[in-house]
């Protein structure tokens, strides 16, 4: 059970303490990669965290990109926060029904718009089901609340900043996804997009950093994780993986050990992949 942070991680207990604070908002922030065959909207209306609203990854997302749920201008996040009644002076808490999967996703996205009183439901509704806490299945009556947006621009990276850090070897790119993927011996879910890695990064599995029970493990166990896998955390890190969700789970992490020079490539392998201009490594290399 790691400690809470209302900046980072906290457990169905504190959240349980806290559901009724006035000043709570919390996210249900479910999202599920295609062969997963789950409607997270239809399990959002079946059950969930009482009070909480359903935080949409895929519409709101920068729609005018070609590439998957890319961060959303800041003016877009502004008026959709508001609309859901999320603003100023909030604390906010965000949660998955994977456990911990998609919700990092969300917590980051509000750390790049400058709002720093997030954090993540350690072990997510799936926790919180097992537990036999309260559920509802009716949406929150909602009030309008302005929520001022300062994006952080050094918490992101576009490709072309990824790639000069692959040639400079100046920060640690670290990898979310899956070995196999990671090496190229699986092909990627995504129609042509290559196999491999970005060249000099490291691979540390997102699933790695969880606990049996889905809950993260603690930060001197984190600590070991990022150290085994062969990174320097002296250097500033950036986070990658398929689609840029799994890779906040790395920020999260990164952030648990008291980490804060990381940024995340938003593209990820979904746009590194898919270009010819970049190189591709393969194997352990």
């Known amino acids: ?83 859901m009644g999320v603003g100023d002076g909030h604390q906010v808490v965000v949660y998955d029904g994977a456990g911990l999967f998609s919700a990092a996703r969300v917590w980051w996205l509000f750390r790049l718009m400058g709002h720093v009183d997030v954090a993540v439901l350690d072990g997510g509704f799936p926790k919180w089901r097992a537990e036999g806490r309260a559920t509802e299945d009716l949406p929150p009556l909602v009030r309008d ?71 993260m493990k603690a930060p001197e166990e984190l600590r070991a994780v990022f150290e085994a896998a062969g990174l320097d955390l002296s250097k500033p890190a950036i986070t990658t993986c398929g689609s840029g969700v799994t890779a906040a789970i790395l920020s999260l992490a990164l952030e648990r050990i008291g980490k804060t020079d990381h940024s995340l490539y938003d593209g990820s392998w979904s746009e590194w992949g898919a270009s010819p201009t970049v190189p591709v490594a393969t194997g352990d290399a």
């Open 145 to 215: 609340r302005h929520m001022t947006v300062r994006r952080q621009a050094q918490m992101v990276r576009d490709v072309t900043q990824v790639s000069s850090a692959s040639k400079l070897g100046d920060h640690e790119i670290v990898d979310a996804r899956s070995p196999g993927r990671w090496r190229g011996d699986e092909a990627e879910p995504r129609a042509g997009i290559r196999a491999g890695h970005i060249p000099g990064s490291r691979n540390v599995h997102y699933a790695t950093l969880l606990s049996e029970d889905g809950t």
């Open 1 to 83: 059970m790691a400690e809470d942070d209302p900046k980072t991680l906290v457990s169905t207990d504190w959240l349980d303490r806290h559901l009724k604070d006035p000043d709570l908002r919390v996210l249900d922030a479910s999202w599920y990669l295609p062969d997963a065959g789950r409607d997270p909207k239809a399990e959002y209306a079946e059950a969930h965290v009482p009070g909480a609203r359903f935080f949409d990854i895929d519409d709101l997302s920068d729609q005018r990109s070609s590439l998957p749920h890319m961060a959303p201008p800041p003016e877009k996040f502004m008026s959709r926060m508001r609309a």
